[in-house]
């Protein structure tokens, strides 16, 4: 089964709902300022300014109102969030979380012995996000969402064919508060890739000489691929809109994967509650499972 091991530091694309505008600051003596932000330099609480007729002018944030200062701090935790050099964001990954196998059977009525169906081997995969805030901010209102893509065949008996299905996990984690220099380690929403063997007809016992034929070499085992990881990273300002960074895993993942907005009811996975433990014995026969006895163990 193929696998994609990485580490990168993530380069994203930007975009966004809408970009936060200023067009003007109040004093603390009233005035008012017509003008667009330019620059705000944390470190020694400088704003630069662009007036209407063009000019630049600095001020210092003491100079401001509370609701223009805290305007500007606003625009400049976003256009922070937005620097690569300050929200660094690293992934590593997918890792193999886990791995057990399962026998699957055929139990016919009375005293007949199981038969083995198939032979399953899971593993369990996912990706390790670390994000490193050095904006200067406590960033508020951060969203993760993704969609994790994996390959999953499966055997279609009205056809006797082998048909390959994309699955998507759609994922959505929200943080209240991101620490400024705070760096956030996280694991997130896993997959389970499933190799299965088929090992015996469900259709009574007895294969028929067409699909014996079918079956035999590769073409018995259906089998699961990886793919990626589509990644968003949101935040929503002061005002209420969005704005966006975004990554793919690995980088050629294909344009054509459908993006899954994750709602409520799809962010539940039931793959995350499966018994992780490894069960290969033989289960009694229906005859057995019902009580039954032979005489001579009677006596």
Known sequence: MLRLLFIVSLCFLFCSDGDAKITSLTLTNGDRIPCSLVDYQLNTDVVTVRAEEGKTRRLKGAQLDDDSFRAVRDWDAVRQFNNPEKFRVYVNGPNELNSWIKYLWYRPPGKVQPGKTYEIDFERWAYELKMDNRTGYDLENIELVYNVYYNQMRMDWTVEERVTDVIVRPCRETYAILPNELSEQVMLKSVVLRDKEIMYDPYGGQWRADILEY????????????????????????????HVREGRYPDELAADLVWTEPTEENVVWADDFIDEQTDISTPPTRFEEMGGADEDEDA
């Not at 079956?215 to 969005?242: P, W």
């Open 215 to 242: 079956l035999q070499a590769d073409n018995r085992f259906l089998r699961a691929e990886f793919l990626g990881m589509a990644l968003q990273i949101k935040l929503t300002d002061a005002q209420g809109q969005v």
